[in-house]
């Protein structure tokens, strides 16, 4: 009799899926107002389909995300407000079963091949994921040049070849718009308030771009087997974008080839992006300590510094957004650049020279981890000065080093 009940039970279990739920407590350690701070929870042993978040009887927009492409689900998201120091409880329910629920999109992300016939218009064929081999040249086969991916405040995009640059768009107004733009306004877009590319980044750094290093100078991902570029999250509250770089010759003498992932996060709410990379030796072990890479911010003509020494390095400048011989129909952008770097990570911050304001620094255990992030005179919801912006760096670094502390129980 056991036995059948037994057996019941797990059929009925089978059929109509299994529910679970948690008690995500966060807490806040700083004082005055955060807003859509991010709460990131594992989930993978759980195998959830759907989920659904409540603070209190209010239901709070949530995602779950795929991070490596086995099906399951491994992360939960969500953002949270605080009004000062404190903790809030929020009730998490996962089920087997089901589809999330449609929230609004506060990011979005998209790659597309060029197509020959649609020259000159909006192009149509979207991509979520890109391998070729080191060598390849396909820079101009692709629209934007590698993925881009916005929040309502900002937008980028990764170059896909050997330099690999983040570049930046700037807005005028606060919302999605990659969708209608892709990243090339219209002159009618332009007037209607639509942002554009804000910087010329050539072979610089561009904005915290990761680069080797030969003891003089940054070097491009140019000695790889193979290329990967993909999209990973959608939305509706985060957007991450994924490089893979198979058998990296970073250059350092003495070291192996290595394997090399950079994850690019973007939360709805924020204009930084969290940048996250991993380096595993041929084995897919974590690399061995010891590698001298580079990393920093483009040196904007003109452009004012600020550094607190620590990893906090930021500028303030004017240029032209594009190359000298492309400039008719743009106008000079000024624009603020920061990079956030922790200081397990920063072997020494270099002087600045006229392409860059570089930083050298080493991974711990095969990983490493920062954040960059950029403001434009042209929003009407930021910053219109360095003092304005370098102030902005400030809080913002105090906001990385005083995370949430998130517990988990049943």
């Excluded at 491009?220 to 509250?237: C, H, M, N, Q, W």
Aim: overall charge negative; aromatic content about 10%; glycine content about 8%.
């Amino acid at each position: 009799m056991k036995r059948t009940l037994t057996i019941t039970l797990c059929l009925i279990s089978s059929l109509c899926g299994f529910a679970q739920s948690l008690e995500v407590t966060v807490t806040n350690p700083m004082k005055g107002q955060r807003n859509d701070v991010p709460v990131v929870i594992n989930i993978e042993k759980h195998h959830a389909r759907s989920a659904t978040v409540t603070l209190g009887t209010k239901e709070i927009p949530c995602q779950l995300d795929d991070l490596n492409g086995d099906g399951i689900f491994d992360e939960l998201c969500f953002l949270a407000d605080f009004s000062d120091k404190g903790k809030q409880i929020y009730k998490v329910a996962l089920s087997s079963r089901g589809e999330m629920r449609n929230y609004p999109a506060r990011v979005y992300a998209e790659m597309l091949l060029n197509h020959p016939k649609q020259k000159n218009q909006r192009q149509t064929n979207y991509i979520s994921s890109l391998t070729t081999e080191g060598k390849a040249d396909i820079y101009n086969c692709l629209q934007h040049h590698g993925p881009a991916f916005e929040s309502e405040l900002a937008a980028y995009r990764i170059y896909f070849d050997k330099r690999q640059t983040v570049d930046i768009y700037a807005k005028y107004h606060k919302g999605l718009e990659l969708h209608q733009t892709q990243f090339y306004p219209t002159r009618e877009e332009l007037n209607e308030g639509f942002g554009d590319d804000c910087l010329w980044v050539g072979s610089t750094l561009g904005l915290g771009t990761l680069r080797g290093w030969n003891g003089e100078k940054p070097t491009f991902l140019d000695d790889v087997k193979s290329r990967t570029e993909r999209i990973i999250a959608y939305g509706p509250l985060r957007t991450i974008v994924e490089v893979v770089d198979e058998k990296w010759n970073t250059g350092n003498v003495g070291r192996n080839e290595v394997n090399m992932t950079t994850r690019y996060t973007l939360y709805g709410g924020h204009r930084d992006v969290q940048v996250d990379i991993t380096l595993q030796d041929a084995q897919c072990s974590p690399a061995e300590d010891g590698y001298t890479l580079c990393t920093g911010i483009i040196n904007v003509k003109n452009s004012t510094e600020y550094t607190d020494d620590k990893g906090l390095r930021g500028c303030w400048g004017t240029d032209w957004p594009v190359s000298e011989k492309d400039s008719i129909g743009h106008k000079r952008e000024t624009v603020g650049l920061g990079i956030c770097i922790p200081p397990k990570y920063l072997l020494k911050q270099l002087p600045k020279d006229k392409d860059n304001y570089a930083m050298l620094v080493t991974p711990q255990n095969g990983e490493l981890h920062y954040n960059i992030c950029f403001a434009s005179d042209n929003e009407d919801f930021g910053y219109h000065s360095d003092k304005a912006f370098y102030a902005f760096l400030k809080e913002w670094r105090k906001g990385l080093d005083n995370p949430v502390k998130i517990t988990i129980g049943n």
